[in-house]
């Protein structure tokens, strides 16, 4: 794997169908929801693959549905990304969730969730969550 590059890209910039990516900042009863995949031993925010045909937004949901057992939630765009790896370059939405309600978890590649007041330190992609997860907390305190 070359190096990583992560760079935050105001919304509305990007054409919504070069977006294979979303990332959420889960927030549940005043605490982040991270997960960790049962190939893995590292955590990750909320986060998959757009499908052909589906929006950003419906990819959100199904994906917070799948990993983390969302039924309700509320949501908002934050930002667009850009990841570099080597010569590879990928698209993303970046968005803040406020979950309402979760169910248990079903049979899907979430091994684990985790709630927490901190970004873990263990992470599988530290290189893209590091900034993603603090550009979210940036957006719910903007002036410090």
Known sequence: ?????????????????????????????????????R??????????????????????????FEEAGV????????????????????FGRLYYVTVHELEPQKEFEIEELLLSHKLPQSLTYPAVQTILFQRVVSHLSPSG
């Open 1 to 37: 794997m070359g190096q990583v590059t992560t760079r935050l890209i105001e919304s509305g910039l990007l054409e919504d169908q070069k977006l294979t990516y979303v990332v959420m900042g889960a927030r549940y009863q005043d605490k982040w929801i991270f997960v960790r995949h």
């Open 39 to 64: 190939d893995r031993k590292s955590w990750e925010m909320p986060a998959g693959h757009i499908e052909p045909d589906e929006s950003a937004d419906r990819a959100a949901v199904r994906e917070l």
């Open 71 to 90: 039924v309700s939630s509320s949501m908002e765009v934050i930002c667009d990304y850009e990841v570099t790896v080597g010569n590879r370059v990928e």
